[in-house]
Every structure is written in C-alpha cells, then in structure tokens.
C-alpha cells in the first residue's frame, strides 16, 4: 500500500473550512483514498473514500487531482466537536492487503 | 443501526493473567479485524477473519495472542500470560466483503483499554 504524508497539526477557526492535505506520490492505479477521524478516546471513525472523482457525503468532501498524487479533506463548516486525529489511507482494491496502515496522521484543533 | 460492539469497555489484569476481549460486528459483515494502540501510537494490525477463509494472523505480536470468530458473526482476542507491554486499546471493526476491485469500508468499535499491572 502507499505511504502518505501529513502536516502533524493543523488549526482552524469553528465556522470556517478546515482543509486537510494528504499526499500520496506512490499511489498505484487500483488504490483507493480513505479518511478516517480519531476523536480522543474513541475508536477509528470513517469519513469518506474515493478512487478518481471527486466525492461529497454528509460529513465531507474529498478532492483529489488529476494526478492522484494528492488530496484534500474538506470539512465545510468545523466545529469544535470535529477536533480529532484525521488520517489518509491509501489501500488497494480486491486482492490487495486488507488490513488498514494507520499514518501519524493530522491532529485538527477547532478553535472557538 | 447498531454498531460495533466491544466488551468490557475497560479491563484492569495483574501481570501473568490470561484475558479475553470481545467484538460483535455490524450484523452482515463477513470481513472482522482486530488492532491495537498503545497510547500516543497508531494502529497496529492483529488479525482477520473473512467468511470462512482461513485468517490473516500476520500481525500478532506474539504466540501469547489469538482470536476465534464463531459462526461467523462475534469474535473473542486472548491474550494469555498478559505482559505490561500489552496494554493498549484494543479495537474490533467489521466490513462487509467487498467486490474484486472494489472499496470496502471498515466500521470500528470503541475499543477495550487493557491495563496489565
């Protein structure tokens, strides 16, 4: 699986997008983009995933380039509750390693 | 609907005793892993069970570790003769099998906190 690269910490004003990069250079053809959250003392939360377009859900967006060497979470409007480790996961389709690998991932702090 | 489930929620042992960790999973679900992480680390793969293929056990740490999944649906992690070096958060997360080529998205638990003393 990819390896991916994160900023440590990010911080962001509540009310206001909080952008999250994640490269991922070594991403092979098949290999789909995860986001997960960790909100301290709670287990993994699942955010959002995609392989080439965009994708939007009720939590988020996810963009990533046309290269696919790289993306972005967008949460549109942070609130002090998604204060949380947010990770980017690069993990291949049927046949490929089934375990997720787990960065150091970005530690988002929404400030009041 | 209701979630991965994991029980206790906490477990405090004393050094050398055996303990036994419980994950029910999403109903449907055929695909159930087990991490672990220990405080200020990320998560570290244990083993996976998939139907009824035999399981990826690639990530247990020792031989003190195993886990059985009964018909399928819940699974038990024990770790006997526990170390202090064991404790951690252990998380339970269950996928549904996912189509060659495809996504799967894998849904977690809370996790038990496993104190060895």
């Known amino acids: 699986d990819a390896k991916t690269t994160q900023p440590p910490s990010m911080d962001c004003a509540e009310g206001r997008a909080a952008n999250l990069p994640c490269n991922h250079s070594?991403?092979?053809?098949?290999?789909?983009v995860y986001w997960y959250r960790q909100i301290h003392s709670q287990g993994p939360q699942y955010i959002i995933h995609?392989?080439?377009n965009n994708e939007t859900n009720e939590m988020a967006s996810l963009i990533i380039t046309e290269d696919r060497k790289s993306s972005t979470l967008i949460l549109p409007h942070a609130t002090l509750r998604d204060t949380a480790v947010y990770y980017c996961?690069?993990?291949?389709?049927?046949?490929?390693?089934?375990?997720?690998?787990f960065g150091t991932g970005t530690l988002l702090a929404v400030q009041p | 609907g209701a979630g991965v489930s994991q029980s206790p929620s906490n477990k405090v042992t004393e050094k050398g005793k055996d303990v036994e960790l419980r994950c029910d999973p999403i109903?449907?679900?055929?695909?159930l892993y087990w991490y672990r992480q220990s405080l200020g680390q990320g998560l570290e793969f244990l083993i996976y069970?998939?139907?009824?293929?035999?399981?990826?056990k690639s990530g247990l740490p020792s031989d003190r570790f195993s886990a059985e999944r009964t018909g399928g649906s819940v699974s038990t992690l024990t770790i006997q003769r526990t170390q202090q070096e064991d404790s951690a958060v252990y998380l339970c997360?269950?996928?549904?099998?996912?189509?060659?080529?495809?996504?799967?998205?894998?849904?977690f638990g809370p996790g038990t906190r496993l104190l060895v003393l």
């Open positions: 069970f998939q139907g009824n293929s035999a399981p990826d």
């Open positions: 996961i690069v993990r291949g389709g049927g046949g490929a390693t089934n375990k997720l690998i």
């Open positions: 995609g392989l080439k």
């Open positions: 997360a269950s996928s549904l099998s996912r189509l060659a080529g495809g996504p799967e998205t894998q849904y």
């Open positions: 070594t991403i092979s053809g098949n290999e789909y």
């Open positions: 109903s449907g679900h055929t695909a």
